[in-house]
């Protein structure tokens, strides 16, 4: 999913692109006094927001920052207080920073985690990597809708 990332994703998404609305009633992310803030979506009414690109870039970002909080034994990162780089190299280190918890962490080590149980760390890694290619197949089709406007 990485290769995909590098190949497809990070060097073609300029800002005017991962701001680009696929429709009126989207998530996105917002430029504020203290960086990038996004919208969280009520996940109990719908219908659900279409996210931009933007939004998923700072998703993928978020969600890796919270986990690797949380491998490392520290608070998990609430959405509302993460600010997105305004770009794609938050995601490249973000994912340098995930690579090093991977290569360091007991994989069978039990994590508190997002779920009411603790989950073993190999668990967790194949759940991100899950959730990554999720967003990047979104934000690849995104691109793609845009593109062909």
């Not at 430029?31 to 219908?47: N, V």
Request: aromatic content about 12%; glycine content about 6%.
């Amino acid at each position: 999913m990485w290769r995909f990332a590098t190949d497809f994703i990070i060097d073609q998404i300029d800002l005017e692109l991962a701001l680009w609305e696929p429709s009126t009633h989207v998530c996105t992310v917002h430029q504020t006094g203290d960086g990038w803030s996004a919208d969280w979506p009520d996940e109990d009414k719908g219908p659900l927001p279409d996210a931009t690109i933007a939004w998923l870039l700072w998703h993928i970002e978020w969600w890796w920052t919270d986990t690797i909080a949380m491998v490392n034994g520290q608070p998990g990162v609430s959405p509302s207080a993460y600010r997105w780089s305004g770009g794609a190299g938050g995601l490249v280190a973000a994912k340098q920073a995930w690579d090093q918890i991977v290569s360091d962490a007991d994989l069978d080590a039990l994590v508190a985690w997002h779920m009411a149980e603790p989950q073993s760390v190999w668990f967790i890694a194949s759940w991100v990597n899950v959730e990554l290619t999720k967003n990047l197949a979104e934000i690849n089709q995104l691109k793609g809708l845009r593109l062909n406007r």
